[in-house]
């Protein structure tokens, strides 16, 4: 199987980088694929964010980071690859998920998606929420690594 992550990571955060990990024992290697959507309203452009998932898995093996455009069955073709890793963590993840896996499904019937739970003291994390509680001088090393708590930072120029 070849597992491709896709999603926002607008910026990445302990909850994705777990399911990265746990991609890895069951996969073997992971494509994090970082969605290149101009319409979303990113706080980080596309390459900033491939650069800071790569910072961040940069001592873990068989990770590649890409962006990509469009259709994501169309990039999972590009690669090769023939599973979507996506996280599950609340019942309210649950509409979007179920559609999007019934949509990559009808796209293309090869593709699988896999759903990983979330670990349950990461249940609750998003990249939302941790840009809220940044904007606000709050604590976020619990939830990012030290990287991405920087560069975080120094985007909403909270930086002494
Ligand atoms: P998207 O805009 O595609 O939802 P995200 O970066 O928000 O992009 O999330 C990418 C994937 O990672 C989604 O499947 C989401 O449910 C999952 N995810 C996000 N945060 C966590 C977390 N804390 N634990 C596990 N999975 C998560």
Excluded: C, W
């Excluded at 070849?2 to 980088?17: E, M, Q, R």
């Amino acid at each position: 199987m070849k597992a491709v992550y896709p999603g926002s990571f607008d910026p990445i955060t302990n909850g994705h980088l777990d399911i990265i990990k746990r991609t890895i024992k069951l996969a073997g290697s992971v494509t994090v694929a970082v969605l290149n959507n101009p319409s979303k309203n990113s706080l980080f452009t596309v390459d900033e964010r491939v650069e800071l998932i790569k910072k961040v898995t940069r001592d873990m093996p068989n990770v590649k980071v890409e962006s990509f455009k469009g259709l994501l069955v169309d990039f999972m073709k590009s690669q090769g690859a023939d599973v979507i890793i996506r996280g599950f963590r609340t019942i309210s993840d649950y509409e979007y998920e179920l559609q999007m896996a019934h949509i990559n499904e009808h796209l293309n019937e090869n593709v699988e998606t896999i759903f990983m739970v979330a670990k349950n003291g990461y249940s609750y994390l998003s990249s939302s929420i941790v840009k809220e509680i940044a904007k606000f001088g709050g604590s976020i090393d619990d939830f990012v690594p030290y990287e991405v708590e920087y560069t975080l930072k120094q985007k909403l120029n909270l930086l002494k």
